[in-house]
């Protein structure tokens, strides 16, 4: 079952890198009582997400505050070693996007938004999509249709939604 408006979000363990290593946190402790952002990539490293989608959330960062959003948070089937790397690099850890490591699917598979595309080398991972969630409860959810694609999930497509 895929996730929808105005669902809660299934409490899942994720992992960033903390200060000193690798920190699970739980989707809870991420949302709870929060105003928050979560999109997710297909992959860390690939084109359209380094390019396009991290981006983004880049530009748009202060008119999600201006909205009261707490928090912009990257979700990857990744880890968080890989995606440490990529905040650093794409300039997301720097302008205070959160980037955390689905390294399991766990939320991933929770939510429905799972897929694969052996052709690519993507196995198990992340559609593309964002949403703004409330104290846990999905109140927008953009999904693209393809993972290839980066309007509607894109920071502005979910502010224009908002």
């Not at 297909?42 to 997400?49: E, L, Q």
């Not at 890989?82 to 991933?108: F, K, P, R, Y």
Request: hydrophobic share 40%.
């Amino acid at each position: 079952m895929t996730i929808s408006v105005g669902d809660s979000l299934p409490d899942a363990t994720l992992v960033k890198m903390g200060a000193e290593g690798p920190e699970q946190v739980t989707v809870k402790a991420l949302t709870e009582g929060r105003k928050v952002v979560l999109f997710a990539v297909p992959g860390a490293y690939t084109g359209v997400c380094t390019t396009a989608h991290v981006p983004s959330f880049i530009r748009t960062k202060g008119q999600f505050e201006d909205k009261g959003v707490e928090e912009i948070i990257c979700v990857s089937v990744n880890d968080p070693f890989v995606l440490a790397n990529w905040g650093d690099s794409t300039g997301a850890t720097e302008a205070g996007i959160t980037m955390v490591g689905d390294a399991a699917s766990e939320l991933t598979k929770a939510l429905g938004m799972e897929f694969t595309a052996p052709p690519a080398g993507l196995i198990n991972r992340s559609k593309r999509y964002a949403m703004l969630v409330e104290n846990g409860e999905v109140k927008v959810l953009n999904v693209e249709e393809s993972p290839g694609e980066c309007g509607i999930s894109a920071g502005e497509g979910l502010l224009d939604d908002m």
